[in-house]
């Protein structure tokens, strides 16, 4: 039988890892953006295959934070990174729209050719100070 990986969770308990893709970006720290692959409305775009200037500013994107990172061949970006204007819109039809109506729902797909990450969507963690109830009561009267 297999064996799971269980992995200790924030609060001590166990979690399991979930499998899928997870976005490289992040901020200084190797803090990576919180997107994945299981991310309602979130889709995961894998980096160019070919060397080149659209490579190149994937990778620098990444670099802003990570200097010295290098893509792997599992490396993605999530969609938060990217700007509207860089998703084509095409028809997505389901079997069953064909029998019952003649409308067609668009799907948004990354235009590989020109898209290139512009959006820093990973905000650095606020300092939260924590006050006493008497503080608390003493600023708000």
């Not at 299981?38 to 500013?57: A, C, D, W, Y």
């Amino acid at each position: 039988m297999a064996a799971i990986d269980k992995r200790e969770g924030a609060c001590g308990t166990k979690s399991k890892k979930q499998l899928g893709k997870y976005c490289v970006a992040g901020r200084p720290g190797n803090i990576s953006c919180k997107n994945n692959s299981t991310v309602q409305g979130i889709s995961m775009h894998g980096f160019p295959k070919t060397e080149g200037t659209l490579r190149n500013l994937w990778i620098k994107f990444v670099q802003r934070h990570r200097p010295n990172w290098q893509p792997s061949p599992y490396s993605a970006l999530c969609s938060a990174h990217f700007e509207v204007h860089f998703y084509l819109q095409r028809p997505d039809v389901t079997v069953n729209q064909l029998d019952t109506d003649n409308s067609f729902q668009t799907k948004k797909m990354l235009d590989r050719k020109i898209a290139y990450p512009t959006i820093d969507t990973v905000q650095p963690e606020r300092e939260v100070h924590n006050i006493s109830d008497r503080e608390h009561r003493n600023t708000v009267a």
